[in-house]
């Protein structure tokens, strides 16, 4: 739950101090605040794509940590960017003279934390499927979306609660100018906890960890690309993660052989259709949850 929290309290963070970061980093743009804000949803699909084939490949622990790190890191470097001197509401002198010299850094911050939250959303998910949908834990799998929907209310609560406290106690132009990077560093102790304690404390999942004989890893089965109705699906397989989220079922060579539909799978879509509708579709979330602040403008 904490790790699966983290990948939206970024989000929270930037979302409620963007008026201030717009002036700071932004020479007070709000379009390119904004702009910068969504490029956070648009990498989430490709993180996804990348981290979840190296999850299927390698290990789903190890491409979970490297999500959590990702985000952990790019979320405390955006306390680090320079302002923009002689721009009005900088009082600091920690500024660079070119706004790009700000912008930049910013933006390519965005870029890897939303890479990396599309990795963790998706791998959250496969790993707590995979550990919890246990004979003796009946019902556990409806535990764990319960579990995500709960840490994503807990992070925007969190985030809220730690710019208006900033804002309470440093007060509204001691945070405009400075305070609104203590919220950012403020991701980093819980970042580092979630990281140890699934380091020590989760296990891989024992359908990832067990090579059986009757598998076919996907990855070596050419065949399943050349013809899919000689694919096979056992419902009680693994979860994969791929850019369009998890997928249930593995490819065995046991009987009975139960063909796989064609309408059930997207191997003969394009994979630069499928990201451009992902990157679509993220795009329009991020402009519908902020429709408000655009119509308020």
């Known amino acids: 739950m904490l790790g699966n929290m983290l990948e939206w309290l970024d989000f929270g963070i930037y979302g409620y101090s963007q008026s201030d970061i717009s002036v700071q980093l932004f020479a007070g743009s709000e379009t390119a605040s904004w702009a910068t804000f969504g490029l956070g949803y648009a990498f989430r699909p490709v993180g996804a794509f990348v981290l979840g084939k190296l999850s299927d490949a390698y290990s789903r622990k190890s491409s979970f940590l490297v999500a959590m790190l990702g985000m952990a890191f790019s979320t405390a470097l955006m306390a680090t ?15 660079v003279g070119a706004v790009w010299k700000s912008a930049v850094p910013a933006v390519a911050l965005r870029c890897v934390q939303g890479f990396s939250a599309g990795a963790a959303a998706g791998g959250i998910n ?12 009946k019902g556990a799998l409806a535990q ?9 209310a807990a992070a925007s609560m969190l985030s809220a609660a730690i710019v208006f406290g ?3 106690v440093l007060g509204s132009e001691t945070y405009a100018a400075w305070g609104w990077r203590l919220a950012f560093l403020a991701v980093v102790p819980p970042s580092m906890l979630a990281s140890y304690l699934m380091h020590t404390s ?14 076919v890893v996907l990855k070596h089965n050419e065949s399943i690309k050349n013809d899919v109705s000689d694919a096979v699906v056992n419902p009680a397989a693994p979860m994969r993660t791929t850019s369009v989220g998890p997928r249930l079922g593995s490819i065995y060579e046991s009987s009975p052989k139960v063909p796989i539909p064609a309408s059930t799978t997207m191997s003969r879509d ?16 991020a402009a519908y949850n902020n429709l408000n602040v655009y119509m308020a403008s």
Request: net charge negative.
């Open 270 to 285: 394009p994979p630069w259709l499928v990201i451009v509708v992902s990157i679509y579709v993220q795009f329009a979330i």
């Open 202 to 215: 989760v296990p891989e999942s024992n359908e990832f960890a067990t090579k059986d004989d009757d598998v």
């Open 144 to 152: 764990s979306v319960g579990v995500n929907n709960a840490s994503g």
């Open 166 to 168: 900033l804002r309470s």
């Open 81 to 95: 960017i320079p302002a923009v001197c002689g721009e009005e509401g900088v009082t600091i002198d920690y500024c």
């Open 126 to 137: 496969v790993i707590q499927s995979e550990l919890w949908s246990t004979s003796d834990r």
